[in-house]
């Protein structure tokens, strides 16, 4: 099994924070006031939606890097302390936020809105378990099904040795066909598997090609699928969106592979660390900020609708590093359970 080494680190910290923004943007998004097919607001919809092909590579990666960081210390003896440890990263603040989102969602909100509140005990505990006021937590799910399951990996690479890439090409072939749902338990496991299999066998990652060749191409793959995506209104379905999906988070890290340098140095800013508590939060952030921003700009026009994009994105970005720095400044344990610990 591989050892994390300092640049590489480094590197997953700057990559998982591009990523924690790329997610922040996704739901930063006006495509729902948009039609594409009206000339007023083509220049907002294909601004839009090139960050939003871009940023769905975020979550695919994701998944890659938490396969890579578990497998690169997993032990059989270790499993139950790994366990445990994801109660505090993952399981405590997806129900923290869980509850947040339910007070505020559905009491909060409709009591300032003089709405009668219905809730039954069983819709409650259905609504915590499933996170239904924060549905971004989705990805939780899944990855806690993926731990849990990870001997069963641990077993495939023993036995089956470097053959086992064979079984995420096979599932990636079926997914092809039977197309899984993508916030359901089954869409990811070949990622997380690929980023399982590279640490297990300890498969370098970090790249140092000097000129930083592989990055600059993936960076313009990367623009031009979005740019192919957009203007063709590729729709979330089609095959070749399907793969995007897929292979994007080998263009992402490539990409990153242009701030080499900076993988080598020993320190990097805290606040490339802030990745956790971002993902955890972002949502309610973002429809905060939308809803302020609209009292002064409406989404009516192309102009505007482009304008508040980059607004929300940027403010809202502000706010959470604002955020985290004012809970790790004073109240750190509240930023452990709220981030993750």
Request: with cysteine.
């Amino acid at each position: 099994m591989t050892r994390i080494s300092k640049g590489l680190s480094n590197k997953i910290y700057y990559v998982t924070f591009g990523l924690a923004i790329l997610v922040m943007a996704l739901h930063s998004s006006y495509l729902e006031v948009l039609d594409p097919t009206f000339a007023g607001y083509d220049f907002a919809y294909i601004i839009q939606r090139l960050f939003l092909v871009i940023g769905d590579a975020a979550v695919p990666t994701f998944f890659v890097i938490s396969g890579y960081l578990l497998f690169s210390k997993f032990t059989l003896n270790g499993y139950p302390r790994m366990l445990l440890s994801k109660v505090f990263s993952l399981v405590i603040p997806y129900f923290v936020w869980s509850v947040l989102g339910l007070v505020f969602i559905q009491v909060l909100y409709p009591l300032m809105r003089g709405v009668p509140i219905e809730m039954t005990f069983q819709s409650v505990a259905i609504d915590i378990l499933l996170a239904n006021a924060v549905p971004h937590l989705w990805f939780v799910r899944p990855l806690l099904l993926y731990f849990i399951c990870s001997p069963l990996l641990y077993f495939v690479f023993k036995y089956l040795k470097k053959w086992s890439i064979f079984i995420p090409a096979i599932l990636f072939f079926v997914y092809i066909f039977f197309r899984p749902e993508y916030g359901g338990l089954l869409l990811f496991i070949p990622l997380f598997f690929i980023g399982s299999y590279l640490a297990y066998f300890d498969i370098p990652v970090l790249n140092c090609y000097r000129p930083r060749l592989f990055g600059i191409i993936s960076i313009g793959v990367l623009l031009a699928l979005s740019v192919t995506f957009t203007l063709t209104h590729a729709k979330f379905e089609d095959y070749a969106y399907y793969c995007y999906r897929f292979f994007a988070p080998l263009l992402v890290w490539f990409a990153f592979d242009v701030m080499t340098s900076l993988f080598e140095k020993e320190k990097i800013f805290a606040i490339f660390k802030t990745s956790g508590f971002i993902f955890f939060s972002h949502l309610g952030v973002v429809n905060g900020v939308k809803v302020l921003l609209q009292l002064g700009i409406k989404p009516d026009s192309n102009y505007n609708c482009a304008l508040l994009f980059f607004l929300v994105v940027l403010v809202s970005c502000v706010i959470q590093l604002l955020i985290t720095y004012l809970l790790l400044r004073f109240v750190r344990p509240v930023y452990k359970v709220l981030g993750g610990r």
